[in-house]
């Protein structure tokens, strides 16, 4: 299928053809400051402003707090119903290519997490390209692209050139047979898109690349490898609060602690989100922590990411959104934390 062009005019009438038939999550003003995904119901909720939103689309499909379960009387009393009827609109590239290493995380192995698996299973990703990445963005360092496709089911990118005012017109372009068939179902709200505006679609995808510096974290797996007894990762990790900003706010952490809640005979199994650079996280009971220092939890956080994940999933897992460099308060960045480690004797 060649790619549609969605007018700025047909886009409300979209929006509501889709919040009609699923749940429609996009991003939306956040309270505390630019955006955050969330469910909506009409188009106006909607921003599809350049910033990528402060915590990534992960929270759709991997929820903050989710009730697992509820019992009574010492015996199961209920499991919740999970709707997979989903269409996320406006996921940027890298969280869209994040998503597909945690369906190995949440799916592989042949263990499905069927509340993670079912919403995952039903829903169609529209990525939103970024025409203007952040300067703390470095998605092109680890494989990926403003442009890139991989997680999405459609691809939308503006259909004009100039500075965004509004909702532009959107060029969509099918990535999946998914993709192919939600453009084919909505077809009547769409156009095919001109010779013109898909070349023009090719410069932006360009321009968007050469915006970003390259950085070359080759051979950082080894280094962090041989010196995991090094003092670097005390002197990198120096200022570190422990406050696990990074954690929250990255597409691909996906620790998880699970708790009982109960009021007399009721109560509900809950899993909520976790962190490895919490000084509790990997507190035994009998009172032993293997990693009581804070520079013990970062070297797990990136060597996880960067050394770990290559050896057990074939990918490093940071999709180079840089959300954690946005979010930390004594601003330390990954990227130089790399650096340093590349630059062990």
Same mark, same amino acid.
């Given at each position: 299928m060649t790619p549609q062009v969605l007018e700025a005019r047909n886009f409300a009438a979209l929006v509501e053809a889709l919040r009609r038939a699923a749940r429609l999550f996009a991003p939306v003003a956040d309270p505390a400051g630019g955006t955050m995904f969330a469910e909506v119901s009409a188009a106006t909720d909607i921003a599809l402003v350049p910033a990528n939103t402060r915590l990534s689309v992960k929270s759709v499909f991997f929820p903050q707090r989710e009730v697992l379960l509820s019992f009574k009387d010492s015996g199961l009393d209920a499991v919740p119903a999970v709707d997979g009827s989903i269409v996320v609109l406006g996921a940027r590239p890298c969280d869209a290519r994040a998503m597909t290493w945690m369906d190995g995380v949440f799916g592989g192995g042949g263990r499905e997490d069927p509340y993670f698996i079912e919403r995952r299973r039903g829903a169609v990703v529209i990525a939103r390209a970024c025409d203007e990445p952040c300067a703390t963005c470095f998605c092109t360092s680890v494989g990926g692209s403003p442009y890139g496709t991989k997680g999405s089911d459609v691809l939308a990118s503006p259909a004009r050139g100039g500075p965004e005012t509004g909702t532009p017109d959107l060029l969509l372009e099918p990535v999946t047979e998914k993709g192919a068939a939600f453009l084919e179902k909505h077809a009547a +709200?769409?156009? !095919?898109? =001109?010779? %013109?505006?898909?070349? $023009?679609?090719? $410069?932006? $995808?360009? $321009?968007?690349?050469?915006?970003?510096?390259? +950085?070359?974290?080759? %051979?950082?797996?080894?280094?962090?490898?041989?010196?995991?007894?090094? !003092?670097?990762?005390?002197? *990198?990790?120096?200022?570190? +609060? =422990? /406050?696990?900003? /990074?954690?929250?706010? /990255? !597409?691909?952490?996906?620790?998880?602690? *699970?708790?009982?809640?109960?009021? %007399?005979?009721? =109560?509900? #199994? *809950? #899993?909520?989100?976790d962190g490895c650079q919490y000084a509790q996280f990997t507190l035994h009971a009998s009172g032993h922590n293997p990693r009581s220092h804070k520079q013990a939890r970062m070297r797990q956080r990136l060597m996880h990411k960067y050394s770990y994940a290559p050896e057990t999933a074939g990918a490093v897992f940071c999709s180079g959104c840089g959300r954690c460099v946005r979010a930390c308060p004594v601003n330390l960045d990954i990227r130089g934390m790399l650096h340093a480690l590349k630059d062990l004797p």
């Open positions: +709200l769409l156009r !095919p898109a =001109g010779e %013109g505006e898909v070349t $023009a679609r090719e $410069a932006r $995808a360009r $321009a968007a690349e050469a915006r970003m510096k390259v +950085l070359d974290f080759s %051979g950082v797996k080894e280094k962090m490898d041989v010196g995991f007894d090094s !003092p670097a990762w005390e002197t *990198i990790t120096r200022s570190c +609060l =422990g /406050c696990g900003a /990074c954690t929250y706010v /990255c !597409p691909t952490c996906h620790c998880f602690d *699970i708790t009982d809640e109960s009021h %007399g005979e009721r =109560g509900v #199994r *809950i #899993r909520t989100w």
